[in-house]
C-alpha cells in the first residue's frame, strides 16, 4: 500500500492565489522529504529537499519565496505555492525515505495536479 | 552528455513479450540505482531498487546493474496490458548527496492485448 500520501489530488484555483500542499508518510518517520515538479511528458524536477526542524535546501533556479517549504514534522511537510501565476500549473510530487539507514529508497506520493486561471 | 540517458520510446509490444528497458550514465559516484513505473497523472510507483553491479529479481521482473558499463536494465516477462505505463530509471550517490535522484527522461510502454 501507499506509504505517502499527497493532498490534495487536483486543485483549480485564481491567478494571485497561495495554494498549499501537502506531504505526509505513513506510518513512518521520515526526516528528510523531497518536492518535485513534472510537465507534461518530462521528467521530474527536484525543487527542493525538505529537512525536519530546519530550512529547506532549494535547488538552483528555484525561487525560495515562490514556493514555501516547511517541514514542522516527522511525518509532515507542505510546499505552498504563493501568488500563484498560470505558469506555475504543472504536477507537484513530494517523496520521502523510508528511513534513514544508508540507502533507503524515495518513495512518492501520488502527486498533485495544480491549475492556475 | 546528460548525467542519465534513456530513450523515451514509445515502445510497444504485445502481451506476453519480454520488454528490455535501458538507462546509460556518466557519474562514477552513483551507487544506488532504481526503477520506478508511473501511470498517466500518478506519482511514480517504485518497482526493483540495487545497490551496486549485479542482478536483482522480483516476480516478472528482473533488474542488472553493470557499473563497469554505466548501464542498467529492466526486464519484463510476459509483460501485460496493466504494465502499460511511463518508466523511469533513478540513481544515486552516497550519503554525502543526501541520496538526491537523478531520474532518466522515461520511457513510455505500451502493452498491447
Known amino acids: 500500500g501507499a506509504v505517502v500520501s499527497q493532498h490534495p489530488s487536483w486543485v483549480i484555483c485564481k491567478s494571485g492565489t497561495s495554494v498549499k500542499i501537502e506531504c505526509r508518510s505513513l506510518?513512518?518517520?521520515?526526516?528528510?522529504m523531497f518536492w518535485y515538479r513534472q510537465f507534461p511528458k518530462q521528467s521530474l524536477m527536484l525543487m527542493a529537499t525538505s529537512n525536519e526542524g530546519s530550512k529547506a535546501t532549494y535547488e538552483q533556479g528555484v525561487e525560495k519565496d515562490k514556493f514555501l517549504i516547511n517541514h514542522a514534522s516527522l511525518t509532515l511537510s507542505t510546499l505552498t505555492v504563493t501568488s500563484a501565476h498560470p505558469e506555475d500549473s504543472s504536477f507537484y510530487i513530494c517523496?520521502?525515505?523510508?528511513?534513514?539507514?544508508?540507502?533507503?529508497?524515495?518513495?512518492f506520493g501520488d502527486g498533485t495536479r495544480l491549475s492556475i486561471l | 552528455q546528460k548525467e542519465v540517458e534513456q530513450d523515451p520510446g514509445p515502445l510497444s509490444v504485445p502481451e506476453g513479450a519480454i520488454v528490455s528497458l535501458n538507462c546509460t550514465y556518466s557519474n562514477s559516484a552513483f551507487q544506488y540505482f532504481m526503477w520506478y513505473r508511473q501511470y498517466s497523472r500518478k506519482g511514480p510507483e517504485l518497482l526493483m531498487y540495487?545497490?551496486?553491479?549485479g542482478n536483482k529479481e522480483d516476480g516478472r521482473f528482473t533488474a542488472q546493474v553493470d557499473k563497469s558499463s554505466k548501464y542498467i536494465s529492466l526486464f519484463i516477462r510476459d509483460s501485460q496490458p496493466s504494465d502499460s505505463a511511463t518508466y523511469l530509471c533513478?540513481?544515486?550517490?552516497?550519503?554525502?548527496?543526501?541520496?538526491?535522484?537523478?531520474f532518466g527522461k522515461g520511457t513510455l510502454l505500451t502493452v498491447n492485448p
Open positions: 533513478a540513481m544515486s550517490a552516497s550519503r554525502g548527496s543526501n541520496y538526491k535522484l537523478t
Open positions: 517523496s520521502a525515505r523510508l528511513g534513514t539507514g544508508v540507502g533507503q529508497p524515495q518513495h
Open positions: 540495487t545497490y551496486s553491479s
Open positions: 506510518d513512518f518517520q521520515a526526516t528528510t
